[in-house]
């Protein structure tokens, strides 16, 4: 039996209870959340019962819990990013420390992908300032995978070229996507500017749906030697970003 819960200590327990709730790919049952919770069965009724009278937890009509109605709320008053960016700032800040490297989140957006969060670059030389700024998807490491992971339809047409290095045909991009798509990680090495390399991987959610992708972008001087470890870097990063919004590849998604 826990003992009864009073000021923080219950506001600790009830932010447990919500979290469990949240986090899990689907509606939990009560004696689940007293079993994992460890709770006394009388302080996760009471608790529950605190959270749904507020709005945050909803019993359907099985008994179960889900987020509850103050979350579809906060969701329809605010831009679909917002929560995508609140939720990968852990995720931006621990790759742009590791890597000492610009680090960008980016969405697909009417055949484009737009760049919505940035951490600069612990660097003197650094990238430019890409946030809110529209970027051609084909010669970008983030559009490369969002075009692989089919987040944005790949183009038909030749593509315009911004350096040597970009590829212009759809037949060569494909072949390239195809590359992507096996690894996980994509690469732009000088294809968006000279002397611009970046390595870009996938965000997906439950059903393996890609709706972001995070690149690290830098220099040629420091980045075009260690493409591949900096791509498995982020496989990790973005994996584990993906399994807070319910990606596991573990049970069959894409």
Known sequence: MSPPATGTQ??????????YVVESPQARSFTDLARETGLAKSTASRLLQALERHGLLLRDDAGLFRPGPLFSLYALRHEPTDGLVDLASKTLRRVAEETGETVNLAVPRAGLIVEVAQIDSAYLLGATNWVGTDVPAHCSAQGKVLYAF?????PDEPLE???PQTITEPSA???????VHRQGYA???????????????????RDG??????????PATRMADRTASLGQF???????????LGYRPDEGAA
């Open 10 to 19: 219950a506001v600790d327990r009830a932010a447990e209870l919500l979290t």
């Open 150 to 154: 089919d987040a944005l339809p790949v």
């Open 187 to 205: 690469v732009s090495m000088e294809e968006l500017e000279p002397g611009l390399v970046a390595v870009a991987a996938p965000v997906r959610t």
């Open 173 to 179: 991009l494909r072949r390239e996507l195809r590359q």
């Open 161 to 163: 070229p911004l350096t």
């Open 234 to 244: 982020l496989v990790t990063e973005t994996r584990r970003l993906s399994r807070q």
């Open 209 to 218: 749906t890609t709706i972001a992708a995070i690149g690290v972008t830098g």
